[in-house]
């Protein structure tokens, strides 16, 4: 996905495709992050994380998640907070902020989820974008909160599979959308709001976005 709001491509990318050391056996992505100090990409499987300079693994990788203080067996999201430079891990209801200089995990953590007010717990993804806005993943749906700020701009949750993968969906209550290529005009998708395998297809597709957001950096 371009800065812009723009696909790359309609199609989803296979991760092997671009991120080389990963498992054969890869079925899914838990979360990635970009790290600030060094650039380098975190990809984070089960109770194991993977460290990529470009796309290349860095050697002596996986380890498992317990290097950074995580008391967990997986993580459902991270994120680098530009407020403070810290990085936050989350997982259901908790959350933990993490020092990267320091490479240990900030005392008085975890905290509970509600301190981001707005936001529901087991979240998909959460990301900072290059509009000053942090965004809030859960199946086909996102809270979006200002710069700084821990509450959502609206109660009311957007369309992820209409604003981010610029899908259509007559089940959609209207929402202003982000703004897009005319080229991408003729992008259609049938979901069914109460399908199980509608949400899936939809945190796939959001999962390749972001990925390919993080190519095109590196």
Not at 4 to 31: C, H, M, Y
Not at 159 to 168: A, N, V
């Amino acid at each position: 996905m371009q800065h812009t709001g723009n696909l790359v491509s309609l199609n989803a990318a296979q991760i092997r495709n671009f991120w080389q050391g990963f498992p054969e056996d890869l079925t899914k992505i838990d979360t990635v992050y970009e790290r600030m100090t060094d650039n380098k990409i975190v990809f984070f499987i089960g109770n194991r994380y993977w460290v990529f300079s470009n796309t290349i693994v860095d050697p002596g990788y996986p380890r498992y998640i317990s290097d950074f203080g995580l008391p967990v067996e997986s993580i459902d999201a991270a994120f680098v907070w530009p407020h403070n430079g810290r990085t936050y891990f989350f997982k259901g209801d908790n959350f933990w902020r993490y020092d990267e200089q320091g490479r240990k995990m900030d005392a008085g953590y975890p905290k509970k989820l509600s301190l981001w007010k707005g936001v529901e717990a087991k979240l998909d993804g959460v990301m900072g974008w290059s509009d000053g806005f942090t965004y809030f993943f859960k199946e086909q749906r996102y809270w979006k909160m200002r710069g700084g700020a821990v509450e959502v701009v609206s109660p009311a949750a957007h369309s992820t599979h209409r604003d981010w993968m610029h899908c259509d969906s007559a089940s959609d209550p209207p929402q202003p959308p982000l703004p897009r290529d005319p080229a991408d005009k003729d992008c259609s998708c049938l979901l069914d709001r109460n399908s199980a395998s509608a949400a899936s297809w939809c945190r796939v597709q959001l999962l390749a976005a972001l990925l390919a957001s993080l190519f095109l950096r590196v």
